[in-house]
């Protein structure tokens, strides 16, 4: 009876070598890798190759060339998160105005308010100085006079009016008192914002506009007011009616005062009569 024995001998594993060549006459040098361990290497290889090549592109202006429809949208996306920063920006200033306006108002009528008027002025005048015209919105905005030497054109408020009291700081009267036809129209002696009008019990009817360059001007004792507050009126526009309200508004005339920097000015030295 003849005997079979049966082995099983171990599978050699298949080795892959890999060549190295220089340019010099010296023996090519290699390595030898398995089949796994190639493949792995090759992998490596290519994954490196792969991030290379895109942050290349990611960083460079071919990101627009390779994928233009992806940063189409992100540049539509972040050219919209700059409106919004713009707009945000432009509700504050909005805002911070309206303040400094309120603040003057309180002022002008005698109210304390913690800024003086040369502070709340010095602040509207900085605000104003910015280089726009025509908001989006459409609304116009003041242009501030740069020089200190440039003095505005303004006009004379009433156009048959004459002075019949001149300014007087000693007294405390610090505007002029134009005499002039009951219902005449009192006009805006350069473009501003109304900040007030309404009715005071001294004054009457009273408007107050906000002017280019830090100034202020007061009309009183009016008979009725034609504009209303947080209007621009241009120079020249009618804003109210020569009238005698008031306590202190005893004959028909405009009580007209100009300031600028918290103090009262000689309107004779700005406004030709």
Known sequence: MRLFRFGFGRKRQ??????????????????????EALILYV?????????VVLVIVINTPIKYIVFPE??????E????????SQRLEMFAY??????????????????????????NLRRLEEFS????????DGFEVLQVVESERIRPKFIFPVY????????????????????????????????????FSD?????????????????????????MNLKARNVFVRQGDAIALVGRTGKTGNEPHLHFELWRDGKPLNPKFYIPN
Request: aromatic share 12%; charged share 30%.
């Open 14 to 35: 298949k080795l892959y070598t890999i060549l190295f060549f220089s340019n010099s006459d010296e023996k090519p040098k290699g390595i030898k890798l398995s089949r």
């Open 43 to 51: 992998f490596l290889i290519v994954f490196f190759i792969s991030a």
């Open 70 to 75: 992806t940063f189409a949208e992100s540049r």
């Open 77 to 84: 996306r972040a050219k919209r998160l700059q409106e919004l």
């Open 94 to 119: 909005e805002l911070e105005k309206v303040k400094l306006y309120n603040n003057l108002l309180r002022q002008a009528l005698g109210e304390k308010t913690g800024d003086s008027i040369e502070v």
């Open 129 to 136: 100085r910015r280089p726009r015209e025509i908001s989006e």
């Open 160 to 195: 048959n009016g004459f002075v019949t009291r001149g300014f007087d700081s000693e007294k405390q009267h610090y505007g002029i008192d134009i005499a002039a036809k009951e219902g005449d129209p009192i006009r805006a002696i350069d473009d501003g914002y109304v900040v």
């Open 199 to 223: 009715w005071t019990y001294n004054d009457g009817y009273v408007v107050i506009m906000v002017h280019s360059g830090g100034y202020m001007s007061v009309y009183k004792h009016a008979q």
